[in-house]
């Protein structure tokens, strides 16, 4: 079974520009994760999506954004970027939302690296 | 106090012996913990879930969960260079949230 697909897998974009990411979740897979990781500030949750609709987000500002479309795949937007931005992207599907056992095990994608020049 | 802590390390340890990684959590309501492992420039791979109390082998990966005492760990058996990478806490809190922990990072000097 193909594992969890992202694209682009690198980006480099100036500030103030957007940008667009793409998740292909694992075949079966409903629930979806977005997390940035920095290395000063290790992993940080994002937000969820299940069945097309946001469960949680994190704390980012409201230029982060996301969607999850019917087939699972799901789609994270950051408008206005900022230097800080600069991060890994990371995907991670799961057959179920967080809480039903082994059915939520998340597994990650390859990642994508942006870069804010 | 953080929600999920590691051992921020770096945690050094010769080729063959065993490895010991810990992770602490806050929310005592926690029921599902995972063990990643990442490597430089890589994405998190799963390594080892554990839901109850008590050891889970896995090869020579071994997790223990106490949840009384709010710990799970990592014992890394006949540790191998190979094994140098951060490890990754993984506890989902009992409000449905996956958090992880910063990450501990190994060394196998051989």
Redesign the interface.
Known sequence: KAGVTQTPRYLIKTRGQQVTLSCSPISGHRSV?W?QQTPGQ??Q?LF?YFSETQ??KGNFPGRFSGRQFSNSRSEMNVSTLELGDSA?Y?CASSLE???Q??A????????TRLTVL | QKEVEQNSGPLSVPEGAIASLNCTYSDRGS??F?W?RQYSG?????IM?I?SNGDKEDGRFTAQLNKASQYVSLLIRDSQPSDSATY?C?V?TSY????????TSLSVIP
């Open positions: 994760s997390y290790g992993l949750f969820e469960r949680n890994l990371l939302i967080p809480g056992g082994a939520d095990t998340q597994y990650f994608g390859p990642g | 029921q599902s995972f990643y890589k994405s998190p791979e799963l879930s839901y990754l993984a989902i449905d949230k996956v958090i992880f922990g910063p990450g």
